[in-house]
T-cell receptor, first 114, second 111 residues
Framework: GAVVSQHPSWVICKSGTSVKIECRSL??????MFWYRQFPKQSLMLMAT?????????EQGVEKDKFLINHASLTLSTLTVTSAHPEDSSFYIC??????????FGPGTRLLVL | QKEVEQNSGPLSVPEGAIASLNCTYS??????FFWYRQYSGKSPELIMS????GDKEDGRFTAQLNKASQYVSLLIRDSQPSDSATYLC???????????FGTGTRLKVLA
C-alpha cells in the first residue's frame, strides 16, 4: 500500500491560534488530495478535495477561509485551521490519490483546541 | 444524496466465529468498493477492494459484491479479538471522483 505521513500527529492549541497540518505521500505522486475530519464516534466527513496546483473544492458547510488548503506539490499538501476554536477539535485525516482508485489514508492529526 | 448504509452495531461474535458485515449503496454508478478497518483513535486502513460481482478472498477476509442488489459484504473467518474495530464500507464513482463512506459497523470479537 501507499505510504502517507502526517505531521503533527497531535496538537493542542489555544483558541484563536492557527494550526498547520502537513500531509506527505512518500512513495507516489499525489495528483489529488482529500481532507477528512472525524468527530468522536462518527464517520469520516469529507472537507475538501484539492488537485495539485489548483484551488481546493470544499464540501458544503466547510468554510474555505477557515480551512486553508495548499497543494503546491505532488508530494505535499497542507491544511491550516485558522483561528481555531474548541468546536474545531477533531481528528483530521488526509488521503492522497495518485491515479489509483484505492484510497489510502494518512495516520491522522488529532487537534484539541482549548 | 448518494449514500452508503451500514448497521452501526455493535456486532458481537465469539472468537473463532465468522463475522458478517453488510453494506448497501444507492448510486448504481458506483464501480469500486472498499472495506476499511479503523481502530479507535487511528485512521482507516484498507482491508480489501472489490470491483466485480462475486467473491474475492484474501486470507481470512472475503468480500462479496452484488451490483444488482447494490450490496457489499465482508466476511471475517476465524474472528480474533484483534479484529475488534469499526469497519467502514466505501463506494467510489469515477464520474464524480468521490468516495462515499458508510458510518461504519463496530465489531466486537469476544474472547
Amino acid at each position: 500500500g501507499a505510504v502517507v505521513s502526517q505531521h503533527p500527529s497531535w496538537v493542542i492549541c489555544k483558541s484563536g491560534t492557527s494550526v498547520k497540518i502537513e500531509c506527505r505521500s512518500l512513495d507516489f505522486q499525489a495528483t489529488t488530495m482529500f481532507w477528512y475530519r472525524q468527530f468522536p464516534k462518527q464517520s469520516l466527513m469529507l472537507m475538501a478535495t484539492s488537485n495539485e496546483g489548483s484551488k481546493a473544492t470544499y464540501e458544503q458547510g466547510v468554510e474555505k477561509d477557515k480551512f486553508l488548503i495548499n497543494h503546491a506539490s505532488l508530494t505535499l499538501s497542507t491544511l491550516t485551521v485558522t483561528s481555531a476554536h474548541p468546536e474545531d477539535s477533531s481528528f483530521y485525516i488526509c488521503s492522497p490519490i495518485g491515479g489509483q482508485e484505492t484510497q489510502y489514508f494518512g495516520p491522522g492529526t488529532r487537534l484539541l483546541v482549548l | 444524496q448518494k449514500e452508503v448504509e451500514q448497521n452501526s452495531g455493535p456486532l458481537s461474535v465469539p472468537e473463532g466465529a465468522i463475522a458478517s458485515l453488510n453494506c448497501t449503496y444507492s448510486d448504481r454508478g458506483s464501480q469500486s468498493f472498499f472495506w476499511y478497518r479503523q481502530y479507535s483513535g487511528k485512521s482507516p486502513e484498507l482491508i480489501m477492494s472489490i470491483y466485480s460481482n462475486g467473491d474475492k478472498e484474501d486470507g481470512r477476509f472475503t468480500a462479496q459484491l452484488n451490483k444488482a442488489s447494490q450490496y457489499v459484504s465482508l466476511l471475517i473467518r476465524d474472528s480474533q479479538p484483534s479484529d475488534s474495530a469499526t469497519y467502514l464500507c466505501a463506494a467510489y464513482t469515477s464520474g464524480t471522483y468521490k468516495y462515499i463512506f458508510g458510518t461504519g459497523t463496530r465489531l466486537k470479537v469476544l474472547a
